[in-house]
């Protein structure tokens, strides 16, 4: 409709937004160009965070529907141990699929994106009768159960998260793993005492990563009634009805 403002012109009218935009935005285009996505559509993407690498991965679907691993930034900070987020208070960075579900332009973090922990898996899986919240990615140097990326990171994070919202995803995928699950990690840190806790959630996601890294395409996630995680490859249904 003429005369209305799209997501990105709203975030936009936002003095941080507007200025990490005047100095990064050359620099998403020469990405855009190096990974072939056409910058109009820049959209369908996704965050992968390792918490034992302290990496967060940027994935981005190209034109033939796969995804591309479109940047990745180092966390700077997270509190905590290797193991879900289960009570309010604990300091626990979250483990599990999530979503982002809030934009903070105007955070005490510089710019922050927050994620919808608990998530019907936490919710299922604590006990504990307060199980925290208000977990986000942001700027600054300190964690508190949130991912701290660095005023400088965030700029472009969160820009990437404007772009794909503006684009029509309402919910940006967030993956949060405790390590890269790899066969060879799986069976080194199986032999830790943390395992005996928390294996059964890590074999379950190493699932997801694994489906994932064979066909570069986002799986749909659900979560079954033992609160433990689905995963569906569109592809394959699509494939099996024909």
């Known amino acids: 409709m003429p005369g209305s403002f ?27 160009r190096s990974k072939e996505i056409p910058e109009e559509t820049f959209g369908n993407m996704f965050l992968r965070v390792f918490k034992q690498e302290a990496i967060m991965e940027v994935w981005v679907q190209k034109p033939d529907g796969k995804y591309v691993k479109f940047n990745e930034f180092s966390i700077y ?3 905590g141990v290797l193991g ?3 009570v309010q ?3 626990q960075v979250p483990e599990g699929y999530y979503y982002i579900n809030d934009f903070n332009p105007v955070s005490n973090y510089h710019l922050s994106l927050g994620i919808n922990y608990p998530n019907e898996s936490d919710l299922r899986l604590s006990t504990a009768a307060h199980k925290g919240g208000d977990i ?14 660095s005023n400088y990171y965030i700029e472009d994070i969160y820009i990437y998260a404007v772009k794909a919202r503006n684009q ?26 943390e395992f005996s806790k928390n294996g059964k959630l890590w074999k379950n996601m190493q699932q997801g990563y694994t489906m994932f890294e064979k066909t ?15 995963f569906i490859d ?3 249904v699509s494939a099996s009805a024909k």
């Open 6 to 32: 799209s997501f990105e012109d709203m975030q936009k009218n936002y003095e941080r937004v507007n200025d990490a935009y005047s100095r990064k935005e050359e620099y998403f285009k020469m990405k855009c």
């Open 77 to 79: 900070a997270m509190s």
């Open 84 to 86: 879900p987020k289960r």
């Open 89 to 91: 208070g604990d300091c």
């Open 136 to 149: 986000y990615i942001h700027g600054g140097q300190a964690s508190a159960g949130c991912m701290a990326m």
């Open 168 to 193: 029509g995803e309402y919910k940006i995928p967030v993956q949060v793993f405790p390590f890269k699950p790899t066969d060879a990690n799986m069976d080194y840190y199986s032999r830790l005492r």
């Open 216 to 230: 570069k395409r986002l799986l749909e996630v659900y979560v079954g009634y033992d609160g433990y995680y689905r």
């Open 234 to 236: 569109p592809a394959s």
